[in-house]
């Protein structure tokens, strides 16, 4: 079990298992996405040269964490991006929708900078957790890979 800032690699057989921690919610998804990217690469070498925005809506919150890291995985493919900085500008309950709204940073990738580790298939609802405690938020998924 590897221990990096603001998330943790737990073990599993097949996938990988993560475990992010924030100080609140919206810090807890910023590192849940920061553990997505370094799966894929080493994330430290991601420069945040360019700015994106991102907004997902989701019925509860284990459906918005969800489609926070599935939007940041389809834009990376579809793209051709890394990202490596991400910051949760509002994260709210609205008519019973949550609401995400971010700025993320990145670059393109480049065989020659960006390490490949392994590919992220699919975001999974399976062992998905979100756990409140009085200072800190830790957010639990898979990743299929």
Same mark, same amino acid.
């Given at each position: 079990?590897?221990?990096?800032k ?7 057989? %097949?996938?990988?298992y993560?475990a992010?921690y ?35 809506s ?10 926070w ?10 793209? &051709? ?14 008519? &019973? ?21 392994? &590919?992220?298939? %699919? ?6 957790e979100?756990?409140?405690d009085?200072?800190? %938020? ?8």
């Amino acid at each position: 079990m590897e221990r990096k800032k603001g998330y943790t690699f737990l073990e599993h057989t %097949a996938d990988a298992y993560i475990a992010a921690y924030g100080k609140d919610l919206a810090e807890a998804f910023e590192n849940a996405a920061v553990a997505m990217f370094d799966v894929m690469t080493t994330v430290e070498k991601v420069s945040p040269q360019v700015e994106d925005s991102v907004e997902v809506s989701g019925e509860d919150e284990h459906a918005l964490l969800y489609n926070w890291l599935e939007e940041l995985l389809v834009k990376a493919e579809v793209e &051709g991006m890394l990202y490596s900085k991400f910051k949760i500008l509002e994260l709210t309950r609205d008519n &019973g929708a949550f609401r995400l709204k971010a700025r993320i940073w990145g670059e393109k990738f480049s065989p020659e900078k960006h390490v490949q580790k392994v &590919g992220v298939k %699919a975001i999974t609802y399976h062992q998905m957790e979100i756990i409140r405690d009085k200072d800190k %938020a830790t957010v639990k998924f898979i990743l299929d890979i």
